[in-house]
Nanobody, 120 residues
């Protein structure tokens, strides 16, 4: 079983910054892609950023230039650095990690979610 624990959410003013962390633990052999999703009230859960095992990144247009996804493979942790935050960034943020467990089986795990509120 692979579990993800998120942290770093909270209340921030527009223009402010916040960093989310997501640490994976369990029977992990390898991790491939790591992603951040967000879901605002009444909306679908949409991917925000993704980082590959090789460190390649991609972002949804709405956050390009403001958000940075990174990973620390030694810690099995993915981060989302969020700068110049806007009220429309307000949402529940979820991390998602996929890879292989020690038996070689594919896993796709989700964090519990952390709330980000951008408001003055």
């Amino acid at each position: 079983q692979v579990q993800l624990v998120e942290s770093g959410g909270g209340l921030v003013q527009p223009g402010g910054s916040l960093t989310l962390s997501c640490a994976a633990s369990g029977s992990i052999r390898s991790i491939n892609a790591m992603r951040w999703y967000r879901q605002a009230p009444g909306n679908e859960r949409d991917v925000v950023a993704v980082i590959s095992s090789g460190g390649n990144t991609a972002y949804v247009d709405a956050v390009k230039g403001r958000f940075t996804i990174s990973r620390d493979n030694a810690k099995n942790t993915v981060y989302l650095q969020m700068n110049s935050l806007k009220p429309e960034d307000t949402a529940d943020y979820y991390c998602n990690v996929e890879g292989r467990d020690f038996r070689g089986n594919y896993f796709n795990s989700w964090g519990q979610g952390t709330q980000v509120t951008v408001s003055s």
